[in-house]
Each structure stands twice: as structure tokens, then as C-alpha cells.
């Protein structure tokens, strides 16, 4: 598995909720959820179908529908629902003492490792 660096992103309470901020990395755009009873996500704010930006797709659920065509997606994996296949990529994230943390590889976080 790969290292992850783990950023502070804010607190939750800047999230909506069943809405989204979203974060550029490095090498991503990040869409970070809050779902109506307070749980928080992140996915790649792309789905992989159309590029859309999901984090302006409508939160239901555990679930973001991209506005684009209507691909429903779990927000705790990541995963197209129904007959749609395709995956939107998982970010680690959690929270401690109400701040949103996301885990990036060093890549997405633009860092290196000396040697």
C-alpha cells in the first residue's frame, strides 16, 4: 500500500451538508462530501464517464449523481451503482476533532522523498 501524507483540509462544518468543497492537488481535483447525517468523503471530482465534476452532482444518501448524465456513485467506494460500470477515484479521508483530513500520495501532495 501506499504512504499516504495527511492534509488538513478544514473543518467540517465549512462543508454543506448533502454538498461539497472541492481541493487541487498537484496532480487532482478532489471533491470532498458531507452527506445529511454527517458523514464525510472525498472522491476524484471526475467521473470517469464524461469528466464530470461531481462534486456538483446532487448528494442523496451515500450516493452523488454526476450532473452531467446521471451516473450514481458511492461515496464510500467510489463505485458506479445499477447497470453503470466505472469507478470514481476513492481519496482516503477522515475526520478528528471536527477537521477534515485527506490522505494523498506524494505525488497528488507535490511532495518527495530525499535518496
Do not use: Y
Amino acid at each position: 500500500m501506499t504512504d499516504l501524507s495527511w492534509i488538513d483540509v478544514g473543518p467540517v462544518a465549512d462543508i454543506p451538508r448533502q454538498g461539497a468543497r472541492t481541493l487541487q492537488t498537484r496532480t487532482d481535483r478532489i471533491a470532498i462530501f458531507r452527506t445529511l447525517d454527517d458523514q464525510v468523503f472525498a472522491l476524484l471530482d471526475r467521473c470517469p464517464h464524461k469528466q464530470g465534476p461531481l462534486a456538483q452532482g446532487i448528494v442523496h444518501g451515500h450516493f452523488v449523481t454526476c450532473p452531467l448524465h446521471n451516473m450514481v456513485f458511492s461515496l464510500e467506494t467510489g463505485a458506479a451503482q445499477g447497470p453503470d460500470d466505472g469507478c470514481a477515484g476513492k481519496v482516503e479521508c477522515r475526520v478528528i476533532d471536527g477537521i477534515v483530513h485527506i490522505g494523498l500520495t506524494d505525488l497528488q501532495a507535490g511532495l518527495r522523498h530525499a535518496g
